[in-house]
């Protein structure tokens, strides 16, 4: 018995070295076809590698923008630099509030921003958060908060291609790496949006389904919360408009509302501006670029109306 | 809890340990330590469920004892059919109920008869069909007077509900496992190595072969309609390799598990896809139920005694009665009937029992004879398993309908090819393992076994690779499980 059990132990531990070297070895020289449970997305579609070296260098924000893609392809810098205001977008691709969190920890004290608009799209409260994951490893340097993460996300997926990100973080080998500002037909624009080339939507009926919301996003969320509680950052809920027919498919919007009411102040642009599925999206839930520029002004419309950009005001005043 | 969750990579080895140190003193310490950790593992799936395994196992031990005890033949009858009676009662409720009661229904409407009736919502109890029939072989045995009854609960209840087996087989035998259960068992390192090389495979099966076949099998399978006939065709191979690594792994997981606690188990399958007609493909697929329908109904029935006439029907009805077994539906009837049907050539002509080995035994590969007679055999039960996969005898035939088209002869063409792809290759590394492992328990067990230790372990370490790395991200329940 004494043998078996020394045996089991051992064979465990050459059993984790094996595996790690086989990470490293599959993710370099594996064909795609056979990295089924290893994606490693840097440079892929959101443009997040080019948006973190953005983050690592940005300065005097006075707008943040957390959330999804909905952020990265709905708050354009170029808007919000005609009415005076400096903004930053940290969205990403189905970015839930785990990856909020990691990202906040990272990143808000160098950003630094006066005010957060965080978009709360309700799918990303539904989702496991291992897309996000992925992106975020295979795009940021990993450290400790990357194992956390992967911990609560808990997916084979994203503990392999962790391990092959520490891998490649170690021997820098994606140090020389360059994103190409433009893929297909989006275009990088500085400070993290994704601008999207003109292209419309045919319209689609969707069937009707509950929201089922994830307690852990909510813990995340409530600890995003806390983050900007602690700094004295104001924090503004928005939902980005998705087409009608989606948001309509979708039935207790309306919880979703009250919950967010509870947290601070909350617009949902679904209710607030009328748009048309085939005239300002170019997919079932995102704007093209004529969507984005309503969208956009009509939120620094309500914002001011509503005097929540108070912070930015005082901050110019002279002392 | 599922083999193939965390749960249970935790629960295993604390029960084994506990086991080995701490319940070693004798075998009766060894077997309440079971059977708690048995009671548990079904609780954790719905506790509410865990009283009626315990009065089932309450129910089939008294009429055991009473059985035993009887002094007229009148007496011993009364309490065997109490037990059958009760034992096919409560599986009738829960599993066969709401099907009778919608056939009959729908029957009488094609005569223009109209009856409001009520279905029973009820959940499937996980493992019903199983110790049910671990029960009634039981009480069978003691009738017959093929055992005596067990004396000591305790001894009796493991029987019942011995975690590996207690959800999905192998279905055991009171002759086979009560004397295991009964004397003292010694740690045995070469058995439990073998036990944990079992585990592995099965593992391996499940949630890499398996669970990969049934995002294909099962998206080809709902949109049947969408696909060309040569899709279609490789929707079938998906499905035929998903239920036979999922039914197969678990099996192995159990039969694995079962050797860690010294005690051995029924062997389920020997390789049935390798089969070279269809009475072998019976004898290699889920053995021990096969076996349980040929002693416990076949032979009774007269088997195959007696004339032509005789062996036709007493084949038919453990065909129909096993199809039966597996679900209250019409697809499972149909596909335990397609089953009785190809048998019928090789009974008329008395060659059910021509391949009795292993094909091409001690050979690298198979003669092309060989290879064809699999080919054939393969081919017929994949058109059984379209009745087995079916949601109703319309979409079987739908299926089937759909397969036989001029888009048979087609490119197999459909969503997530990439994926489809890396499935068929994974199973294509799969079955050359099982060809080279045919001859033996299960595919791996003699691998490597005399090389260096350094490849033997390498090949175990790779084989965890792959499970990484090729593995079905969500946890998949086992299909057996609904029967």
Redesign the interface.
């Known amino acids: 018995?004494k043998?078996?059990l020394l045996?089991?132990l051992l064979?465990l531990g050459?059993?984790v070295v094996?595996?790690a070297v086989?990470?490293c070895l599959?993710g370099d020289f594996g064909p795609a076809?056979?990295?089924?449970?290893?994606q490693d997305y840097r440079g892929s579609y959101g443009h997040t590698y080019s948006r973190i070296q953005d983050a690592k260098r940005a300065k005097d924000i006075d707008i943040l923008f957390l959330g999804s893609s909905h952020t990265y392809r709905g708050f354009d810098p170029r808007i919000f630099a005609s009415y005076g205001y400096k903004i930053f977008n940290l969205g990403s691709s189905s970015q839930t509030p785990m990856q909020t969190e990691l990202l906040l920890t990272r990143y808000l004290d160098t950003i630094s921003p006066k005010i957060v608009v965080y978009e709360v799209y309700p799918e990303t409260f539904t989702l496991d958060g291992?897309e996000s994951s992925l992106d975020i490893i295979s795009n940021d340097d990993n450290d400790l908060l990357s194992l956390k993460m992967a911990l609560a996300v808990n997916?084979?997926?994203v503990?392999?291609t962790l391990l092959y990100s520490y891998y490649r973080d170690f021997t820098k080998n994606d140090d020389n790496f360059v994103e190409d500002p433009k893929k297909n037909m989006d275009y990088y624009i500085p400070n993290g949006y994704v601008e999207r080339q003109l292209t419309y939507y045919r319209k689609e009926e969707y069937p009707k389904s509950e929201l089922v919301f994830k307690d852990d996003q909510f813990d995340s969320f409530k600890r995003i919360l806390k983050m900007m509680k602690d700094r004295n950052i104001k924090v503004i809920f928005v939902q980005a408009p998705i087409t009608p027919m989606r948001y309509q498919s979708y039935t207790n919007n309306d919880v979703f509302d009250a919950d967010m009411k509870q947290f601070g102040p909350y617009y949902n642009f679904n209710t607030i501006l009328h748009l048309d599925d085939s005239l300002h999206f170019y997919d079932s839930d995102h704007l093209n670029s004529v969507g984005v520029g309503l969208f956009n002004q009509k939120l620094v419309q309500v914002l001011k109306d509503n005097n929540e950009l108070s912070p930015l005001q005082s901050a110019l005043q002279p002392k | 809890m599922l083999f193939n969750s965390l749960d249970f990579a935790i629960f295993l080895p604390i029960v084994f340990l506990l086991y080995w140190f701490v319940a070693n003193k004798n075998y009766h310490q060894q077997n309440v330590l079971v059977l708690v950790a048995s009671y548990y593992f079904y609780g954790s799936w719905d506790y509410r469920f865990l009283f009626l395994l315990i009065f089932s196992t309450l129910l089939d031990y008294f009429t055991g004892l009473k059985m035993g005890e009887a002094k007229t033949l009148a007496s011993k009858r009364f309490w065997f059919w109490l037990s059958v009676t009760v034992n096919l009662g409560f599986l009738g409720v829960f599993k066969y109920y709401n099907f009778f009661i919608s056939s009959a229904a729908e029957g009488l409407s094609l005569f223009g008869l109209q009856v409001n009736y009520w279905t029973l919502q009820v959940i499937l109890p996980v493992g019903i069909s199983f110790y049910t029939f671990h029960g009634l072989s039981y009480v069978i045995d003691i009738y017959y007077d093929r055992i005596k009854a067990e004396k000591n609960f305790i001894d009796y209840a493991v029987f019942v509900s011995f975690f590996p087996l207690l959800v999905a087989g192998p279905i055991e035998r009171a002759t086979h496992l009560l004397p295991q259960l009964k004397k003292e068992r010694q740690f045995n390192y070469t058995k439990a190595v073998d036990g944990l090389r079992q585990i592995l495979w099965g593992l391996f099966k499940k949630i890499v072969i398996a669970d990969n076949c049934a995002s294909y099998a099962n998206s080809i399978f709902n949109d049947y309609d969408q696909y060309s006939g040569s899709t279609l065709v490789l929707g079938a191979v998906f499905f035929a390799f998903q239920i036979y690594c999922d039914f197969s792994g678990y099996s192995d997981i159990a039969l694995g598990t079962a050797r860690l606690f010294g005690i051995e188990l029924l062997r389920n399958f020997a390789f049935p896809y390798f089969s070279r007609d269809i009475a072998e493909f019976w004898r290699r697929w889920h053995i021990s139920l096969s076996s349980w329908f040929r002693d416990y109904l076949y032979i009774p029935l007269g088997g195959s005694k007696g004339g032509t006439w005789q062996k036709v029907r007493n084949t038919f009805i453990i065909f129909l009665v096993s199809g039966f077994w597996h679900g209250a539906n019409w697809t499972f009837i149909v596909w335990g009937f397609l089953n009785a049907l190809y048998f019928m050539p090789l009974l008329l002509t008395k060659q059910s029992r021509v391949n009795m080995e292993t094909v091409a035994q001690g050979k690298y590969l198979p003669t092309i004879r060989e290879l064809l007679a699999m080919g054939i055999t393969f081919a017929l039960t994949l058109i059984a398993w379209i009745f087995f996969r079916a949601e109703s005898l319309t979409h079987a035939f739908g299926y089937i309908s759909g397969i036989f088209s001029s888009s048979l002869f087609t490119i197999p063409r459909f969503p997530e090819l990439t994926g489809a792809a890396m499935t068929l290759m994974l199973v294509a590394f799969f079955v050359i393992f099982e060809w080279f492992g045919r001859e033996r328990q299960f595919a791996i067990s003699h691998l490597l076994l005399n090389s260096n230790r350094v490849f033997r372990w390498g090949f175990y370490a790779f084989l965890l690779f792959m499970i990484g790395m090729f593995m079905h991200t969500e946890e998949t329940p086992f299909i057996y499980f609904q029967f």
Do not use: A, E
């Open positions: 018995m043998k078996f045996n089991i064979f050459c059993s094996f595996y086989m990470i599959w076809i056979l990295r089924k449970n290893l291992v997916n084979i997926k503990y392999n």
